[in-house]
């Protein structure tokens, strides 16, 4: 492998790392944090991305510039996405709060209602936002001369979300709220909180980053039915790898996976998939609460 090569390959991985980190970054919060399982979490990305692409697309043919366009279409988005998550939240999962195997049930039922629901409105064909002329083209870059550069503003975004998480769970009274009802929320319900509303505040944010997801995965390649699964296999193998509730941990496991998956592709593609579990495996062989998890 060329050295020109090896740095695209880098790069490649490290991008989709960034996609990957903010969609999982919402699962870490939803199933690492509150404990909440919630297999459904794909579905938002694919809510977030299909309802963001149907604010856009009137925009997008109106507006020259098409920036106008593509911001309407994160903010519809994550709105999208925020709300089912809090309708979830509030109708179904938050009575049943400790039943694992019910809550996984009942949103693998929801992923399927509502990729029915996407199917049924928008088809089946491919769509693909088109991000701000700013954020299109190509930037210069060491050794391999240029590099898209709607790719390193994925990592800028990965950055600016993975830094106002920590901000949110370790400098403000919600973050403490958050930290103290993983430990004991029997006891922080004793304080006066109000448990509930914690849950939905943190389930609105998961979901809103799963959306966010579906419209920067958008802008950076076409997405279709499917895509869902992808997603949430992801976020779980890279929580698993990282470490349940862990923000650093959840951003170590995107980059291993992402970096696993394209320099998979690029020197043995028929093995890359199987390269992931490789690694989670491994990791759960030596640390099993995940390379920052705490102990149970």
């Known amino acids: 492998m060329s050295l020109e090569l090896f740095v695209t390959v880098t790069m490649n991985g490290l991008t989709l790392a960034a996609l990957y980190f903010i969609v999982a970054s919402g699962f870490s919060l939803i199933f690492g944090l509150m ?22 697309e009137p ?5 020259s510039t098409y920036a106008i366009a593509w911001w309407g279409g994160i903010l519809g988005g994550v709105a999208a996405a925020a709300l089912v998550g809090v309708l979830m939240q509030v109708t179904l999962l938050g009575w049943m709060q400790g039943q694992e195997l019910r809550q996984a049930l009942v949103t693998i039922g929801l992923s399927i209602i509502i990729a029915d629901q996407i199917l049924a409105h928008f088809g089946g064909t491919s769509r693909q936002f088109f991000p701000p002329d700013a ?20 990592i800028a975004i990965a950055v600016l979300v993975g830094v106002g998480l920590w901000l949110l769970l370790n400098k403000t009274k919600l973050g403490l709220m958050i930290r103290a009802g993983v430990d004991d929320r029997p006891m922080l319900a004793a304080c006066g909180i109000n448990v509930p509303l914690v849950s939905i505040a943190v389930f609105a944010l998961g979901a809103a980053l799963a959306g966010l997801g579906g419209v920067i995965g958008g802008s950076a390649q076409p997405f279709s039915q499917g895509t869902d699964a992808r997603f949430l296999l992801t976020s779980l193998v890279v929580v698993i790898v990282g470490g349940m509730g862990s923000i650093g941990g959840t951003a170590i496991g995107a980059i291993l996976v992402g970096l696993a998956e394209q320099f998979g592709q690029a020197i043995a593609p028929v093995y890359s998939v199987i390269l992931t579990f490789v690694i989670m495996a491994v990791v759960l062989a030596i640390r099993p609460q995940g390379i920052m998890g705490r102990p149970a």
Do not use: C
């Open 35 to 56: 404990r909440t399982v919630n297999m459904a979490h794909g579905s938002l990305y694919l809510v977030g991305a299909y309802i963001g692409y149907a604010v856009f």
């Open 59 to 63: 925009l997008y043919d109106a507006d």
């Open 135 to 154: 954020l299109f083209g190509s930037t210069a870059f060491p050794i391999i001369e240029k590099y898209p550069t709607f790719r390193l503003v994925q």
